[in-house]
């Protein structure tokens, strides 16, 4: 049984103007309620309130240890065409960032049909600075969810399940359902997140928990189910040096 997350890499500061809280208060939030480490990870430059580049880049100032917590230093690219383009440079991605999140919104790519919305996910799963596959639930971008998921197996992309969407975008919920299936029948990783825009709501994701649950779903294929798969994970994925101002 999965009780809870030890970290939380989906989050938003007041960077993104329809976000409310500093980074600080976010990391004051995760140290609260004892999370070994905390993502921010506000949305790329597509987005109409979004970061620019030179915001993600500069990163680096933050300090690897606050109150407790592990920052990590993280984004939410914009997946910006059936490509699978995104709005973060190659550079900032692998060199600047810990993990670059990619999503797509509908503000940023309208909704195209499954045959599209795949075909951007299987460029993903081979663009290299993208660590997490973020909430690919959403209804107006279905996909061919068995293909993508087995290749995400196949190029090591972590799958993310988002406490968001329960919320605010409801009509995924049966779509995350089925995705959290194939991850475990593919052995594919997940992280659980929570996409908050306010820091009351860090590191808390109890439908996501009771979905993964109701299934039975491997503690050990959650990346950040527990300190121990989460240190692993940033150690050998990220390569994560707490003594560095860069990675």
Known sequence: MIKGIAADLHTHTNVSQHAYSTAYENIVAASRLGLYA????DHGPAME???????????RVLPRMVEGVRVLRGAEANILDFNGNVDLSDNTRRERLDYCIASFH?????????????AAYLALAEMPGIQIIGHSGTACFAYDYEMVIR???????????????????PGSI??????????????????????????????RAPMSLELLNSM????????????????????????????????
Request: net charge negative; with cysteine; charged share 30%.
């Open 38 to 41: 905390v993502g921010i990870s």
């Open 49 to 59: 309130d979004g970061a620019g580049e030179g915001h993600f880049r500069n990163l």
């Open 106 to 118: 509908e503000d940023v790519c309208r909704p195209g049909t499954t045959a599209e919305h795949t």
């Open 151 to 169: 290749r995400f197996r196949e190029t090591g992309k972590i799958v993310e399940i988002n406490e968001a969407s329960f919320h605010v975008r």
């Open 174 to 203: 049966e779509n995350c359902r089925k995705i959290a299936m194939l991850c475990k029948k593919y052995e594919v990783r997940i992280v659980v997140d929570t996409d908050s825009h306010f820091c009351s709501l860090i590191g």
């Open 216 to 247: 039975d779903f491997p503690e050990k294929l959650v990346i950040n189910a527990n300190v121990e798969n989460m240190a692993r994970w940033m150690e050998e994925d990220l390569k994560w040096n707490p003594g560095s101002s860069i990675k």
